[in-house]
């Protein structure tokens, strides 16, 4: 069984889940391409030593530049921030290797458009991860919309709301600063990924980004804690996205609502098991949501459980995502999303941007 040597660079939060991912995927999915955990580089080479005897890695690197070059490292994981995800996408399909890139894929929208521009030119596996749209939950409802199970889309509200940055007392940190930390850069493009693969391209929006809290622990801060756009979509349904860092209470609100002409769909991430699907038939007093909870039945949950209602976690859309990669560097075949369509959602963040400063509703332009 062939292997490929995987180098991942960030060992933190992201960095941990995809090095359990990577460990685990070939016994999961039965991959036939299987991954072998070659190098890991952090921070400082403390940091990169003390990842790789946490993660089972062979070895440790001096800095991401060492992992990029080394000819046993076939295939590179980038967690590290988004301010430096460009330079290491360019060096490593110089040297010809794939990579896979955590969301957002730069930190600016020249960013994005150079690593795409560097991902096509080599012609080497690419993929970008937003891990949340491959819930069984969530892949379930794309089909359903494919199948026109609630009719023709009338309206879509997502949001992305979360409150670890809620409480203005406590002391700032580095997603504090500079606009590519800040709840537009960081939390929103799940959910405007979210939104283009369940409703297609946005083409106009209105925004509003705000900062919401001018001080932390009493040191002024710069950058937003929540936006929102008014949007439509090619198709020509409505919608509505909202984003927070600040939303009390709210942990992972990784939530979308879509009605349509013949039925409606509800989705909560903090509920990631199930969906809630009404169908506008049969007798008047008989109708309502039914909460349908993930089984086999669904898409990739059988791979982790044969048990219907036992439910799939945050780790397992990590190791969706591994089969993915590895399926894209077996065949050759682009695996969605490509470094293109994390393209797409920077278009769309930056213009959300752009309408917030005029307060005009401007056209998206298309990736």
Known sequence: MPEIGIGLIGGGYMGKAHAVAMASVGAVFGTPLRPRLEMIAGATPESSERYRAAYGFARAAR??????????????????????HRAIAEAAFAAKKAVFCEKPLGASLADAEAMVAAAEASGLPNMIGFNYVRTPATQFVRQLLAEGAIGDVTWFRGEHTEDFLADPEAPPNWRCFGRANGCMGDLSPHMVNCALALMGPITELSARVERVHATRGGEPVDNDDHGQMMVRFAGGAMGHLYFSRVATGRK?????????????????????????????????????????????????????????????????????????????????????PRFRDGLAVARVIDTAFAAAEDGRWHSVPAA
């Open 63 to 84: 800095d991401w530049r060492e992992v990029v070059a080394d000819e046993r490292v076939g295939a590179v994981v980038i967690a590290s921030p988004q301010t430096t």
């Open 252 to 336: 992972m609100g990784y939530a979308y609502e879509i009605h349509g002409t013949k039925g409606s769909i509800r989705f909560d991430q903090e509920d990631q098991n199930a969906v809630h699907l009404f169908r506008a038939e049969g007798p008047e007093a008989t109708r309502g949501f039914t909460r349908i909870l993930t089984g086999p039945a669904h898409p990739d949950y059988g791979a982790f459980c044969q048990g219907p209602g036992h439910g799939t976690g945050y780790q397992d859309q990590i190791i969706i995502e591994a089969r993915d990669f590895l399926q894209a560097i077996h065949t050759g075949q682009a695996v969605w």
